[in-house]
T-cell receptor
Framework: AQSVTQLGSHVSVSEGALVLLRCNYS??????LFWYVQYPNQGLQLLLK??????LVKGINGFEAEFKKSETSFHLTKPSAHMSDAAEYFC??????????FGKGTKLSVKP | SQTIHQWPATLVQPVGSPLSLECTVE??????LYWYRQAAGRGLQLLFY??????ISSEVPQNLSASRPQDRQFILSSKKLLLSDSGFYLC???????????FGEGSRLTVL
């Protein structure tokens, strides 16, 4: 069975600082991995996804994530945080029914 | 790309009243459809999924039911709401395989 663990329910960074949101997964098959962002009272928007191929995946809004099989990790990074990055971020792994299995989310705060 | 419409956006209902949340999809045909519930600090919980008209699978036993009367319509219902049914309900659409899910804007249900 697949599962996702997001380390840190809240992360706070200063504007311009590095953003690092951690995600570890468990999967009995080669995983398909996703990061989504959610702004208050809105649906989820895809940031990036890993299926096969290059392990460093670039997404929208300057985010990227690296798939590390040996560490079962898929951490999300952005070199320089912007105020507009404040949101909740969800890591997900593909499930057996075409669904996604989500972590509990990490709320990112960006301080001016 | 796909567009997912959900309504109503917000709903306040008394305990014991019925519920109907509707989701329609544009921009694709024969999608897999999903209902998720989001509770604070608990991530997204998959409630139901459907791979075709009239085909509904439930992931967790609960007070809710789902129906898919048309290819791109997915309805979440309850005959008698409980306080524990409060939450943010998200409809999602996907094509299975390695693809991502597209989400609607959500319906926030408060049961009083």
């Amino acid at each position: 069975a697949q599962s996702v663990t997001q380390l840190g329910s809240h992360v706070s960074v200063s504007e311009g600082a590095l953003v690092l949101l951690r995600c570890n997964y468990s999967s009995s098959v080669p995983p398909y991995l996703f990061w989504y962002v959610q702004y208050p009272n809105q649906g989820l928007q895809l940031l990036l996804k890993y299926t096969t191929g290059a392990t460093l995946v670039k997404g929208i809004n300057g985010f990227e994530a690296e798939f590390k099989k040996s560490e079962t990790s898929f951490h999300l990074t952005k070199p320089s945080a912007h105020m507009s990055d404040a949101a909740e971020y969800f890591c997900a792994v593909g499930g057996s029914q075409g669904n996604l299995i989500f972590g509990k989310g990490t709320k990112l705060s960006v301080k001016p | 790309s796909q567009t997912i419409h959900q309504w109503p956006a917000t709903l306040v209902q008394p305990v014991g009243s019925p519920l109907s949340l509707e989701c329609t999809v544009e921009g694709t045909s024969n999608p897999n459809l999903y209902w998720y519930r989001q509770a604070a600090g608990r991530g997204l919980q998959l409630l139901f999924y459907s791979v075709g008209i009239g085909q509904i699978s439930s992931e967790v036993p609960q007070n809710l039911s789902a129906s898919r009367p048309q290819d791109r319509q997915f309805i979440l219902s309850s005959k008698k709401l409980l306080l524990s049914d409060s939450g943010f309900y998200l409809c999602a659409s996907g094509q299975g395989g390695t693809g991502e899910l597209f989400f609607g804007e959500g319906s926030r249900l408060t049961v009083l």
